[in-house]
C-alpha cells in the first residue's frame, strides 16, 4: 500500500529564512505528488501539485518543490518565508493515471514561524 | 464564488448517538470527497462520489457509516451509533469532474467530538 512519510511532526524558522519540509513516499509507480496547505480555522489550500515532466514545480505563494525520483522525495522549499506562512503542510500522493482512491496525506509538518 | 462549505463546523454528541455531517460543493463541481482526520494525524481518504454514485465505499471505516448525495450537490455523511474513536475532524473536498480530480477543494471541517 502507498504511503507518504513526513519526518518533521514541527518546524521552527525564523522569518526571512530559507524552508524545506521534507516528504517521502512508498508506492509501486510515480505517483500524483501535492503540497496541502491548512491554516487554522481553513480548509486545506493545494499549494502545487505534481504529475510529470519538469521535476521542480512552482506553485503559489512563493513555493516549490522538487520530484527527485531516486530519493522517492517532493520536498516543499520557500527562499524566504513570512510571518503568515505559519499553518500546516501535508504532502500527499495519488495513484497515476487514475484508481478510485482519493489522495493519501501524510501526517503533516506544523510549521511556526519566529519573528 | 463560494467555496466548500460544511456544516455544523462543531459537533458535540453522547457516544451511541447518530450524527449527520453535511457538505456542499461548489457549484458546478460533479466529483465530492469525504475525508478524515484524526488529531496529530494526516487526511483518510473515506469516500468519493462522482455525480450521485459512489463506486468504492471500501474507505469506510466500518458499517456504521455512510455517505449519500443528491444529484451532484449536497452531500451527507452519517455515522450511526458513535464510538469515541470516531472523534476527527471531518472534511469534504470537491473537484470539477473525475479528470480533475486531484485538483481538490477542502472545506473547512467539522469538528466531531463524541463523549
Known amino acids: 500500500a502507498q504511503s507518504v512519510t513526513q519526518p518533521d511532526i514541527h518546524i521552527t524558522v525564523s522569518e526571512g529564512a530559507s524552508l524545506e519540509l521534507r516528504c517521502n513516499y512508498s508506492y509501486g509507480a510515480t505517483p500524483y505528488l501535492f503540497w496541502y496547505v491548512q491554516s487554522p480555522g481553513q480548509g486545506l489550500q493545494l499549494l502545487l501539485k505534481?504529475?510529470?515532466?519538469?521535476?521542480l514545480v512552482q506553485g503559489i505563494k512563493g513555493f516549490e518543490a522538487e520530484f527527485k525520483r531516486s530519493q522517492s522525495s517532493f520536498n516543499l522549499r520557500k527562499p524566504s518565508v513570512h510571518w503568515s506562512d505559519a499553518a500546516e503542510y501535508f504532502c500527499?500522493?495519488?495513484?497515476?493515471?487514475?484508481?478510485?482512491?482519493?489522495?493519501?496525506f501524510g501526517k503533516g509538518t506544523h510549521l511556526i514561524i519566529q519573528p | 464564488g463560494a467555496g466548500v462549505s460544511q456544516s455544523p463546523s462543531n459537533k458535540v454528541t453522547e457516544k451511541g448517538k447518530d450524527v449527520e455531517l453535511r457538505c456542499d460543493p461548489i457549484s458546478g463541481h460533479t466529483a465530492l470527497y469525504w475525508y478524515r482526520q484524526r488529531l496529530g494525524q494526516g487526511l483518510e481518504f473515506l469516500i468519493y462520489?462522482?455525480?450521485?454514485?459512489?463506486?468504492?465505499k471500501s474507505g469506510l471505516p466500518s458499517d456504521r457509516f455512510s455517505a449519500e448525495r443528491t444529484g451532484e450537490s449536497v452531500s451527507t455523511l452519517t455515522i450511526q451509533r458513535t464510538q469515541q474513536e470516531d472523534s476527527a475532524v471531518y472534511l469534504c473536498a470537491s473537484s470539477s469532474s473525475w479528470t480533475y480530480r486531484y485538483e481538490q477543494y477542502f472545506g473547512p471541517g467539522t469538528r466531531l467530538t463524541v463523549t
Open positions: 462520489f462522482q455525480g450521485n454514485s459512489a463506486p468504492d
Open positions: 500527499a500522493v495519488g495513484p497515476p493515471g487514475g484508481g478510485a482512491d482519493g489522495l493519501t
Open positions: 505534481y504529475f510529470s515532466g519538469d521535476t
